[in-house]
């Protein structure tokens, strides 16, 4: 089960089991090709992509499109920046047993089954994980039809009407917004934390 | 401070400078969408713009209400690098004249 903690230094401690970490990313490979390919003529037809990069200017398409060539190349890469940020993080304690090297990233320790993932966030690579999650569940919401209407999540899917794809797209993108959600407070606590630490009130009590 | 802005509307056509001429602002809109936690719109706008808690909660609440909130406003390379900030935190946000 996906959980985040807070350590003393006001970091998050973050843990998901062997499950999320390979859906994690699965779904963060997937993106960071996506976006590989966002030069691409074609690249313009894909809603996700669209919505990843909306129109700058609504009502002025030769402003959009300039302001586009200025800047969807440093806002790509700064997507693939955090899906790195993101699947680095998973990997730094998700190492099989059956691979020998020593782990690239210093681990906090061992962890109790070999592929559960579990390490430490600072409010940077925090940072990239919300944005990286986010860019995931508007990549999902694209592929299931969503851009803009505002209440297209707000009921349960009819499983009676509703492919078994698009069921599992929308329970991964829910699933994606709790984690997003328990993140934000997590990274919140740790800010509480930080903050009593360096006033030296402590009176700070950090939300549950 | 007007040093940039001469300079860049100069490369711009005449339409655009006359607009600079009256100091037209731009203003950084951001839009309703149905993907976006309302907590991580509040947590962007206190983050990126420093917007105090209350502040940030009230124009997340505009954007959820109304659709959008205005978000800022100022010179349009200003908004323009808003715009693409805010893209970067995958909200959707758009630049355009305020309304005079």
Do not use: C
């Not at chain 1, 998700?94 to 210093?106: H, K, Y």
């Not at chain 2, 800022?72 to 305020?98: C, D, Q």
Request: glycine share 6%; hydrophobic share 45%; proline share 5%.
């Amino acid at each position: 089960m996906t959980a985040f903690g807070v350590t003393d230094a006001g970091d998050v401690l973050a843990r998901f089991d062997a499950a999320e970490t390979r859906i994690l990313l699965s779904l963060s490979g997937q993106l960071a090709e996506m976006l590989a390919d966002v030069a691409e003529p074609s690249a313009g037809l894909d809603p996700a992509i669209g919505r990843l990069f909306p129109d700058a200017y609504r009502e002025d398409p030769d402003a959009s499109a300039e302001f586009s060539r200025f800047t969807r190349t440093d806002l790509a890469a700064a997507k693939v920046a955090a899906a790195s940020t993101v699947q680095r993080s998973l990997a730094s304690t998700s190492a099989s047993d059956d691979d020998p090297s020593p782990s690239s990233v210093a681990g906090a320790g061992a962890v109790p089954s070999s592929s559960d993932a579990e390490f430490v966030l600072d409010t940077e690579a925090g940072w990239s994980w919300l944005r990286h999650l986010t860019d995931l569940r508007l990549t999902i919401a694209a592929r299931l039809g969503v851009v803009d209407d505002p209440n297209a999540f707000d009921e349960e899917p009819d499983p009676a009407q509703t492919s078994d794809d698009d069921l599992l797209a929308r329970g991964l993108f829910d699933w994606l917004g709790y984690v997003q959600e328990l993140l934000i407070a997590a990274l919140e606590e740790g800010a509480a934390v930080r903050a009593a630490g360096n006033g030296g009130t402590g009176t700070a009590s950090p939300p549950v | 401070m007007t040093t940039t802005l001469s300079d860049t509307d100069i490369a711009r056509d005449t339409d655009v400078v006359d607009e600079a001429a009256f100091a037209s602002p731009w203003v950084t809109i951001v839009w309703n969408d149905p993907v976006n936690l309302m907590s991580y719109v509040s947590f962007v706008f206190r983050s990126y713009f420093g917007f105090a808690r209350e502040e940030a909660e009230r124009l997340m609440m505009l954007v959820h209400n109304d659709g959008r909130a205005v978000v800022a406003t100022g010179n349009r390379e200003e908004m323009e690098r808003h715009v693409e900030a805010m893209h970067g935190y995958g909200l959707w946000a758009s630049i355009t004249k305020a309304d005079v």
